[in-house]
């Protein structure tokens, strides 16, 4: 299993980025993905999340602003980001999981896969 994350970049406060992860070995239409952010010194910590129902799931501090959405043709999950703010600057992480639950939706230790992360710097 692999899941490739991209998309990332040095953005100026206010701009968009659209972040992909796509994925193989799997069967991507079964899977929840989620996207996970650390910046600097800090945990781990969820952005958002999709499951193969294609409800959505975000943290309150990106809602408005980030979309999760998924095409299950392409294996690929997407996170667009709009509106971006420096305190948005992380490494970004893709994963996936079969069985999780939505409970534990936001919970980094319930996703089985992981992608490789991709920076995002946003100035101010």
């Known amino acids: 299993v692999q899941l490739q994350a991209s998309g990332g970049g040095l953005v100026q406060a206010g701009d968009s980025l659209r972040l992909s992860c796509a994925t193989s070995g799997l069967t991507f239409s079964r899977y929840s993905m989620g996207w996970f952010r650390q910046a600097p010194g800090k945990e781990r910590e969820f952005v958002a999340a999709?499951?193969?129902?294609?409800?959505?799931f975000y943290v309150d501090s990106v809602k408005g602003r980030f979309t999760i959405s998924r095409d299950n043709a392409r294996n690929t999950v997407y996170l667009q980001m709009n509106n971006l703010k420096p305190e948005d600057t992380a490494v970004y992480y893709c994963a996936g999981d079969q069985q999780i639950i939505l409970s534990s939706i936001k919970l980094p230790y319930q996703y089985d896969y992981w992608g490789q992360g991709t920076l995002v710097t946003v100035s101010s």
């Open positions: 999709i499951t193969k129902s294609r409800s959505t």
